[in-house]
């Protein structure tokens, strides 16, 4: 029954990964279609995403050091020289790490949720009910807000809270895990609910074209963007019915030669995808008819989440991109004395 549930997680993983890697191609894309795509892939590709972290998260110093904030000094490190030496060698440059580097909010808004974690770590019911619905309160308010945005990623932490709480409670719920639960009498009805509300949602986004990419990404404030507390609301609950449809999607719980294997590696696809996408937009490799553009984004986005979400170049990130080695050193230290 655990390894069915992993096996689902991994599943999931995969298509949201390669969701991820289209979704950042189609920023460079004009037309209505590619815009269309944008809005249905933003809408849900990383509050799945925060709702996965939340649902395996355990309070754990030593990831939260070795894992999170290692990960980010480096790359944050790694994608400032990057910046300066091969995408804009022209640019005034200075190093800094208050503000996390394009995708590496990720990674700062985790080492702020784990930091959380022996707060919310509450088994009583109501509490947890409250710390969500306090979650959604502050999710909608950070819209008002001039000063946080992105200095640490706060209005992004703030903004996907709600989805990493509900992950978080979701695992811990013996109510939630029996809804979950595989029943044939009802799971097949289930699903088939969901899917009906995902396509409510995505005519919704289809019909509403002031909604713009920014409005997406959690980062900009109301009054900036030019829209209403109740689109972000909205847009929150659309999150979280992708979820759920995820979630009760049959199928997904069995083992997928390749997907289940690359779903497991989906860090290190996170973390380096962003200097191919970068390189792309550079050279600007999209110089094709719309529909050819989308068709291209969408293969090299598969190529790119095999080729760095296999299990050589996983194992790799592991060990060098992560602090892992750092520990191995300690327990090797430890086991000397």
Request: charged share 15%; proline share 4%; aromatic share 22%.
């Amino acid at each position: 029954m655990e390894q069915t549930r992993y096996n689902r997680f991994d599943n999931i993983r995969f298509i949201l990964i390669v969701c991820v890697v289209f979704g950042h191609f189609l920023e460079m894309i004009p037309g209505a279609m590619s815009l269309y795509l944008y809005r249905i892939i933003y809408s849900f590709h990383m509050p799945a995403f925060i709702f996965i972290s939340g649902y395996f998260a355990k309070y754990n110093r030593k990831k939260i050091l070795f894992t999170f904030l290692y990960t980010y000094l480096l790359f944050q490190t790694i994608y400032q020289l990057f910046e300066r030496f091969v995408l804009n060698p022209q640019q005034p440059f200075r190093f800094q790490f208050t503000y996390p580097y394009w995708l590496l909010w990720y990674l700062m808004a985790m080492i702020l949720y784990y930091l959380l974690i022996p707060i919310f770590d509450d088994r009583r019911v109501y509490i947890r009910v409250l710390f969500v619905v306090v979650s959604i309160f502050l999710s909608i308010l950070a819209g008002f807000d001039w000063t946080i945005q992105y200095y640490l990623s706060l209005s992004k932490f703030i903004t996907f809270l709600p989805y990493f709480l509900a992950g978080y409670y979701a695992r811990r719920s013996s109510k939630i895990q029996k809804f979950l639960h595989y029943d044939l009498e009802f799971y097949l009805c289930k699903s088939l609910l969901m899917l009906g509300v995902v396509c409510i949602s995505c005519l919704y986004l289809w019909k509403n074209t002031a909604i713009i990419p920014a409005m997406l990404h959690g980062s900009n404030n109301y009054q900036l963007e030019g829209y209403e507390p109740m689109i972000k609301l909205i847009l929150l609950i659309i999150g979280f019915n992708w979820i759920i449809f995820f979630l009760l999607f049959p199928f997904l719980d069995k083992k997928i030669p390749f997907l289940t294997s690359i779903g497991q590696n989906t860090f290190s696809i996170f973390i380096l995808h962003g200097f191919c996408i970068k390189l792309a937009s550079k050279y600007k490799i999209f110089r094709f008819i719309p529909r050819k553009n989308i068709l291209l984004a969408f293969v090299l986005s598969f190529v790119i989440v095999i080729v760095l979400g296999n299990p050589y170049v996983g194992k790799i990130f592991q060990r060098i991109g992560t602090g892992n080695w750092i520990l191995e050193r300690i327990k090797k230290v430890d086991k000397h004395f």
